[in-house]
């Protein structure tokens, strides 16, 4: 079934069954396609969803079908049930812009969401795992370009520094 450019998953075809929801369902919404997605990828029905945000069926209803306007409160919700971060989900939601040079470069927004998409297809251990192997060479490469750095810095020589002198 699909409604605009959109084409959904058979497990949310009864979300889109009933008339009412069909025509308020913001098709051209990132959240709403990016909420429907993850449902689908981790085979969560609406149910699953508001049992894991410890909330009423309706309410993931009312999100998908935006008939309820998303509240901050709602958006932790959401990002706590799927395990991921706030921010994130903050963003992809609009509830907030990026940050001011925080990922201007085109290529660079491309990588990340390459990233976040490979990453929010994983089970939650891997995906865990999959972060602490990226810390880990972040901070590889941060110790590099610190070697890099200090072996092209000049160094004085011993005992060649100026003396200290003093006002008078």
Known sequence: MSIGKMEFPKRHRAILSNSCMASTLDADNPFVQWLIDELDTRRWSRADLARAMAAHPSL????????????????????????????????????????????????????????????????????????????????????????????TSPRPARGSAAPATRGG
């Not at 609009?94 to 089970?123: C, N, P, V, W, Y």
């Open 60 to 151: 993931v209803t009312k999100v998908l079908n935006r008939e309820l306007p998303l509240s901050v409160d709602v958006a932790k919700r959401i990002a706590a049930a799927l395990g991921v971060k706030q921010i994130d989900l903050f963003r992809i939601a609009g509830l907030i812009d990026d940050l001011e040079g925080e990922g201007d470069d085109a290529q660079e927004k491309a990588d990340f969401e390459e990233m976040r998409r490979i990453l929010s297809r994983m089970e939650p251990e891997r995906r865990a795992e999959a972060l602490k192997w990226l810390e880990a060479y972040g901070k590889v490469v941060e110790r590099d370009k610190r070697a890099a750095s200090a072996a």
